[in-house]
């Protein structure tokens, strides 16, 4: 029986850890979390629209875990996603690329970032191995640095790195993160972002 429900998710081009992926993504945010950031923040739709704030989040949730993927693709796998976890019920056709770019710009950053401060907290437990020294949680400051798109805003405020391939900047403007991590389990629970140009240590 397992081995054929498998197969059909493979025949169907998706596969089962999208599945996993989907499901865990709903557990950890629920709807109601999402509704709620998205009221406080104001982004509550005064029309229906094919593209509401609710789904908006789970979307942009949706591209950090299919990262390989379009846009549209991203959508089409979020939806039946949400059917199969009965979190949505009407008749959906997948929204074109711009429409969704503009259901992000209406969305903003504050829901992402108001959910980011609600769910993420360090994890492990006392029997967490690696996560403790004595009664002190283990605790580690990393930074990194990230593409985004390449647009003359970004490039004005994130800054672009040099590139050693004789050009004399990269194709993609950086941003800058320092994020607190919990040893143990690696999971992150804290970040800021700046431009590449502020160093990690001067983060606040």
Known sequence: MGCAKAWQVKSSGERLSDRIALGVLTRALPPE????VVAECGRVEQRSR????R???YFVL??????G??????ARLLTHGLERVRRWEKPWQVPTTAAIGRARRRLGPEPLKMLFARVCRPVA???????????WRLIAVDGT????????ANSMFFGRPGSGRGQQRSAYPHVRVAALVECGTHA????????LSVHEQRFR
């Open 33 to 36: 979390l999402v509704d709620e």
């Open 62 to 67: 949706a591209m950090c875990l299919f990262s």
């Open 50 to 53: 094919l593209l509401p704030a």
């Open 145 to 152: 640095t990230i593409d985004v798109p390449d647009t003359d």
């Open 55 to 57: 789904v908006v989040v």
């Open 188 to 195: 992150v629970f804290a970040a800021l972002t700046g431009p």
């Open 69 to 74: 993927q379009g846009y549209e693709e991203v």
């Open 125 to 135: 437990t006392r029997e967490t191995a690696g996560s403790w020294y004595r009664q």
